[in-house]
Each structure stands twice: as structure tokens, then as C-alpha cells.
């Protein structure tokens, strides 16, 4: 299939976000943002990628384990612990990335940087952002919990990843804010557009129309692709086109609820989009799409090309 819809130029292995934490809807424990993800951005091969993040990935079930969590899985394979927040999911992230021997960074040699999906819609109502399950653990003073500020306005969450982008290698934040905030996405992309991938998902549905008034009003500098959200291959391909052109780079996504149909990872390969979103190293509906992956880059061998950091070619890090 990426031969036939990409040609002979069907020769980049995306770049995979792997999503080790899960929390927010798709989780039933007290993190508020949706997916804390890794990003192998030093390593040479889609294979070496995949190696390098299942290494962290068992390294993070350990420091879990032994710091007395669980590790049961939430809906896309990556563990669901019960953390205080989300920094301290941050603090596991880089302490894996550490111990399994790479190095927390946006670049350079054995670089593994964090990416983060807030979903933020589902924390918005009548213009203020709540962490409602944090809120909610201190509200029946669960252990550990202390009181602490779980209400921004626009410009405090603006500012509160202003914060998380000095501590930790975040390279990339998917529905920073909520998708009726285009104000707000606007100052968010003004304020760390030039240094982080500010990607749209709630607030483009993959839809080129609502594409064009995003790149007409700066809100985003990167896509979420869905191709079974917009409906048809023909205008997946037009919105990545339209993101191409405008210099915006492009994410290919499963959905949260999937098969083990790998017809998305043909299509990362094929529109050569740089950079795939489709779960954690478990469950057989994710690990498919690595597997097609897989069989695509030693099929193609001498052509295949994994760009690494290089991928994010419209930001300066």
C-alpha cells in the first residue's frame, strides 16, 4: 500500500512517539493530561528506535514497581500509575530514559526527548482549565495528595508549560489547550512555536478546511492525521498536502479504540510524514502497526531513511 499511494519517494520511516504514560479519559487514575510519550530522536534506524524504547519501556515498569505502583496498562498499552502529578510523571520519564542508558534530550547522540498529548478540551469549561482528577484526589485527601493549584486560566496554562518546557526535553505538545481556544493557541504558538512542536488534534479533526484557518491564523505548527476521522484516503492526503506546503510538519495517528489494521503505517511511509502516533511497545493493535513498520524498512533497506531529530524541520531547538 505505501508503494501505491506514495510511488517510488515512499521512503521515510516516521519517527514513533510511544506513549508509556497514559492518564486523562483513557486512564482511570489521577493524571489529567492524556499521554506522556518518548520520542528516540538519536537513533539511526526505525529498528534501533524501536529497540531503544522498549529498553525504557521495561526500565520505567521497574522504577514503578519498585517506587510501589502498578503497572497495569490503560487504553493504548502505556501504564496507568496513580502519580501526584504530572512532573512527577515527567521525573519517571527522565529517570528511565537515564537507567536505560540514553540521554533525556531534544538532540544530539542517544537523544530520547518527551512528548506530551494534554487533551486539553476535556479540562476546559467556560474559559478555565481544571485538573479534575487531581482536583478530585485532593478533594477526598487520598494519601500523598497536598493541596495544591489545579484551576488555570489561558495564560497560567501558557505559562505552567513554560514551566514544564524549562525542566524537562519536551519537544512536542499535541492539544496544548482546549480546541475552542484558538486565542489561546495563537499566544501558545507565538510564545514557543519557533522551539516546540505545537500539534492540533481536537482542534483540526484532520479536516483541511479548518487546516487552512489554523496556517491563515498561526495557531499550530503540526498536525494530527486520523485517517478514519476526516473519512476518506483522497482528503487525508489533501490535509497533509495543505501541511506540507504551509511548512508544517505532520503526525500520523491510531485512534484510541483500534484493530490490528496496519493501513496507517503504509500511510506514515508513504507521505513520507515524518512522525507516527500509535500506542506503547503492548497490545497487539499497536505493536502491528511497529511490526508493519518493521517489514517496510527491510523491504526498502538501501533507501530507507529514519530522520531522527531532523524530523522537526520547521523549529530550532
Aim: glycine fraction near 8%.
Amino acid at each position: 500500500l505505501y508503494r501505491y499511494l506514495g510511488g517510488t519517494n515512499a521512503h521515510q520511516l516516521p519517527v514513533p512517539m510511544l506513549n508509556v504514560i497514559n492518564g486523562g479519559e483513557h486512564a482511570s487514575n489521577t493524571l489529567d493530561f492524556q499521554e506522556f510519550m518518548i520520542m528516540p530522536l538519536g537513533a539511526k534506524t526505525f529498528k534501533q528506535a524501536l529497540q531503544v524504547a522498549n529498553k525504557i519501556f521495561h526500565t520505567l515498569a521497574k522504577l514503578l514497581k519498585k517506587a510501589g505502583h502498578g503497572t497495569q496498562v490503560g487504553d493504548e498499552g502505556g501504564f496507568a500509575p496513580n502519580l501526584k502529578s504530572h512532573e512527577e510523571a515527567l521525573d519517571f520519564l527522565v529517570k528511565a530514559i537515564e537507567e536505560a542508558g540514553f540521554r533525556p534530550a531534544t538532540e544530539g547522540e542517544n537523544a530520547v526527548a518527551i512528548a506530551i498529548d494534554a487533551a486539553a478540551s476535556e479540562l476546559y469549561h467556560d474559559g478555565i482549565y481544571t485538573f479534575k482528577k487531581l482536583k478530585k484526589a485532593i478533594e477526598e485527601k487520598r494519601q500523598g495528595f497536598e493541596p495544591t493549584r489545579v484551576q488555570f486560566t489561558t495564560e497560567e496554562m501558557i505559562q505552567y508549560f513554560r514551566h514544564l518546557f524549562h525542566t524537562y526535553p519536551i519537544i512536542s505538545v499535541e492539544d496544548g489547550l482546549a480546541e475552542s481556544d484558538w486565542k489561546g493557541f495563537v499566544r501558545f504558538t507565538q510564545k514557543f512555536g519557533k522551539t516546540h512542536q505545537i500539534v492540533g488534534d481536537d482542534l483540526t479533526v484532520t479536516n483541511a478546511k479548518i487546516l487552512a484557518e489554523a496556517i491563515e491564523k498561526k495557531a499550530i505548527n503540526s498536525i494530527l492525521i486520523k485517517l478514519n476521522q476526516i473519512g476518506t484516503v483522497s482528503e487525508t492526503l489533501d490535509t497533509i498536502e495543505l501541511a506540507h506546503k504551509a511548512g508544517y510538519t505532520t503526525v500520523i495517528s491510531h485512534r484510541s479504540g483500534e484493530s490490528e489494521d496496519t493501513t496507517i503505517a503504509d500511510l506514515a511511509v508513504a507521505v513520507n510524514a515524518g512522525q507516527i502516533k500509535t500506542g506503547s511497545l503492548s497490545r497487539t493493535d499497536r505493536i502491528a502497526k511497529y511490526n508493519r513498520l518493521l517489514a517496510i524498512e527491510e523491504a526498502i533497506q538501501s533507501t530507507a531513511q529514519y530522520k531522527g531529530e531532523k524530523v522537526f524541520f520547521n523549529i530550532k531547538k
